[in-house]
């Protein structure tokens, strides 16, 4: 069970657009559409931004939206603002198991 | 509204068994509606899922940890822990507790656990 793969970094300007990828198998990622992704600032508890590949909880702003194309997994960051900087991680349904992505720290420059 | 928190030793030895509780406050653990899960990160590395367990009692494991972890509920105490045996410096981590609902929606803070002699 291997970690997805997610870029190291990813950065942009206020206002810019950002997007992260997440990519697996089809035992993963590809199979199901249970991928869903975590906002984590420095010394704090991950947070939920999107599950089911493109839904977003309550209280998440809707500047974050998630989507999936078979085995790579997608999530943008419109409007980016100062408060976005953090590390991210995808997650995905993998048959009875689960597995986060390597991580991407999204620098808001 | 629905709060975790994890508790146990943040030191333990080489060799033996890390074990970590999670109170749940606001809510039942008994729901069928949810699951119960740790997850946990090394200093300056990502996440990793450790296991989770379901209202039937039904336990999912990490492959990679299989065979030294087991997560049990006391619906009694509205907690669940985690027991993971034979432990060396790289089950060193801060270890989350998180509820389940598709995906990982409430989260404990976390708890650093070092692995030293």
């Known amino acids: 069970q291997s970690a997805l793969t997610q870029p190291r970094s990813v950065s942009g300007s206020p206002g810019q657009s950002v997007t992260i990828s997440c990519t697996g198998t089809s035992s993963d990622v590809g199979g199901y559409n249970y991928v869903s992704w975590y906002q984590q600032h420095p010394g704090k508890a991950p947070k939920l931004m999107i599950y089911d590949v493109s839904k977003r909880p309550s209280g998440v702003p809707d500047r974050f939206s998630g989507s999936k194309s078979g085995n790579t997994a997608s999530l943008t960051i419109s409007g980016l603002q100062a408060e976005d900087e953090a590390d991210y991680y995808c997650c995905s349904y993998a048959g009875s198991y689960r597995v986060f992505g390597t991580g991407t720290k999204v620098t808001v420059l | 509204q629905l709060q975790l928190q994890e508790s146990g030793p943040g030191l333990v030895k080489p060799s033996e068994t890390l074990s970590l509780t999670c109170t749940v406050s606001g809510g039942s653990i008994s729901s069928s509606s949810y699951y119960w899960g740790w997850i946990r990160q090394p200093p300056g590395k990502g996440l990793e899922w450790i296991g989770s367990?379901?209202?039937?009692?039904?336990?999912y494991y990490n492959p990679s940890l299989k065979s030294r972890v087991t997560i049990s509920v006391d619906t009694s105490k509205n907690q669940f822990s985690l027991k993971l045996s034979s432990v060396t410096a790289a089950d060193t981590a801060v270890y989350y507790c998180?509820?389940?609902?598709?995906?990982?929606?409430?989260w404990g803070q976390g708890t650093m656990v070092t692995v030293s002699s």
């Open positions: 998180a509820r389940g609902r598709g995906a990982f929606d409430i």
């Open positions: 367990i379901y209202y039937s009692g039904s336990t």
